[in-house]
């Protein structure tokens, strides 16, 4: 298992998976100005039409990686191989059926393709298309119970090295395909070959690193199995209701405005997900040490941590969303062309939810965790029906922004205010308000962040140049109003000190 101390784990995996993010992402950026250039906006939106059926599909995992990460901190952090491989043996078995489950109800979709996608592509192409989308899903599954295993162990590092390395290979080859070909059933076919060969180099890696994956897997002990599945019933409303929150946009915009809206609106989501995925390698590259952390149960320990966090991903969000903000609508023509511009009104729509679900990350990581499943489940129910019902009001009158900015409202009013109640009733047994206050000085500061920053940025050009002297006048002036506003507390301190050990440690092994 992992000697390891948690910092040395968290500076390892943020940093590769930082690495391996700005590689990929310059490499997506190029994929995607070509895929738009060649293909246009009608398969673009195809694209992005598929990616959020599939996503859908992946109802059928029902939240098992969730708990399978959960349920493996424990016996992880007391080394205990035993039980590793019993959880591994059950979860095996049951991701099997999830390959299934996701193709049957993959198959069950096609025969409504029509009534969802409204473009002028031959429907017999479009089937097609989807059958190879749905083929690399299914594909996914396969080895996901190993992954999950070098994820839990604080060893995400070697899991994104191998993922950066496979989407090096396929997107070179996509780009060949789209330049010489301009063909977009080659560019599935080479995605689903590179899914399937950096699956089997994790399940080698895997079994290389643990040798007992080797040996038969029996199944998790009865008492064990009645635990688990009850996890995993909990998690099914939360990940059904995750699911209906994020990935329904496009589907509501294809049947409510037309597919080719999708594509006008997806490459503003594609910039959306870049960054996300930046601030899931935080996440990521945390998550695995906080659950060590909280396996310990010292909350009050465990509530420092938690300090720390709000005001690290306070300052996180509050960059993201300045810099996007000053730069996405001189960027998009640049990248994809002008005509693919969409209305101010949208670029606030896409701020206003992306803050909302990033700065409550620290919540969400304590929930994952802890293991907070049932005590969750029906308000984010209640927050996927809020948001389809507010999607299709706010979509009939304001387009494409009222569908995108639905989906925070409907955050606001529900799983923001009810998590952070449940999380310090349960662990931290104090009262939220800390909290609520916290937040609420950080959306004052943040405010004055983008206000700034905007007014500086409004100053200067539109070229490549001047959109990267932007993305750096954000940086410096969310680093000096956090320097002012908070420079004096533990929790700034601690920041500052965990980047300066990040760096020094990264300097090392440079």
């Known amino acids: 298992m992992n000697t390891a101390s948690r910092s040395e784990n968290t500076a390892r995996n943020i940093g590769v998976g930082a690495v391996r993010q700005v590689v990929t992402l310059l490499l997506a950026f190029a994929v995607r100005t070509v895929f738009v250039r060649r293909l246009g906006a009608d398969y673009t939106g195809v694209n992005g039409l598929y990616s959020n059926i599939l996503a859908m599909l992946s109802l059928a995992e029902l939240g098992v990686g969730n708990v399978l990460v959960y349920s493996l901190y424990a016996p992880l952090h007391r080394g205990d191989t035993g039980e590793i491989q019993h959880l591994l ?107 399937l060969l950096q ?115 306070g300052a996180i969000t509050g960059f993201c969303v300045a810099a996007y903000g000053a730069v996405v609508q001189d960027f998009i023509p640049i990248w994809v062309g002008e005509e693919y511009l969409m209305d101010t009104g949208t670029v606030a729509a896409v701020l206003f939810t992306f803050y909302l679900s990033t700065i409550v990350a620290p919540v969400w990581m304590y929930r994952e965790t802890l293991g907070l499943f049932r005590q969750m489940k029906y308000v984010m129910f209640m927050t996927a029906l809020v948001n389809i019902l507010l999607s299709i009001l706010l979509g009939h009158f304001f387009g494409v922004a009222g569908i995108i900015g639905a989906t925070g409202l409907a955050r606001l009013c529900t799983i923001f205010w009810y998590e952070p109640k449940v999380l310090f009733h349960r662990t931290f047994v104090r009262s939220a308000a800390v ?55 533990a929790e700034y301190r601690w920041m500052l000190e965990k980047g300066r050990s990040f760096l020094r440690k990264w300097r090392k092994k440079a």
Request: aromatic residues 12%.
């Open 89 to 195: 043996g059950y979860y095996r078995r049951i991701y099997r059926l999830i390959a299934l489950a996701v193709a049957l109800l993959g198959a069950a979709v096609i025969p409504f393709l029509p009534l969802i996608i409204s473009s002028e592509l031959p429907m017999a192409q479009l089937i097609v298309y989807y059958v190879l989308y749905l083929a690399n899903s299914v594909a996914s599954y396969l080895v996901i119970y190993k992954t999950t295993l070098i994820q839990a162990d604080q060893k995400a590092y070697l899991q994104n090295m191998v993922s950066a390395a496979a989407l090096v290979l396929q997107y070179a080859a996509q780009i060949a395909c789209l330049l010489i070909w301009g063909s977009y059933l080659g560019y599935l076919l080479i995605q689903i070959a590179c899914t």
């Open 199 to 313: 699956n089997a180099v994790l399940s080698h890696l895997a079994d290389k690193m643990y040798p007992f994956l080797r040996k038969k897997q029996k199944c998790a002990p009865m008492h064990r199995k009645q635990e688990l599945n009850d996890n995993i019933r909990s998690m099914f409303l939360y990940k059904l209701a995750t699911i209906l929150i994020n990935n329904t946009d496009n589907i509501l915009i294809s049947v409510m405005l037309g597919t080719v809206f999708v594509g006008y609106y997806s490459n503003y989501a594609s910039l959306t997900t870049y960054v996300t995925t930046f601030v899931s390698i935080v996440i990521t590259g945390i998550s695995a040490s906080l659950g060590n952390l909280n396996a310990e149960k010292d909350s009050e320990k465990s509530y420092a941590m938690f300090r720390n966090l709000i005001v690290l991903f």
């Open 435 to 489: 909290y609520f206050k916290a937040q609420g000085g950080l959306l004052l500061l943040n405010g004055a962040v983008m206000l700034l920053s905007l007014l500086l940025c409004a100053r200067m050009g539109h070229t490549l140049m001047w959109i990267i002297l932007k993305g750096i006048t954000c940086a410096a002036v969310t680093a000096l109003l956090y320097t002012l506003a908070l420079g004096r507390t």
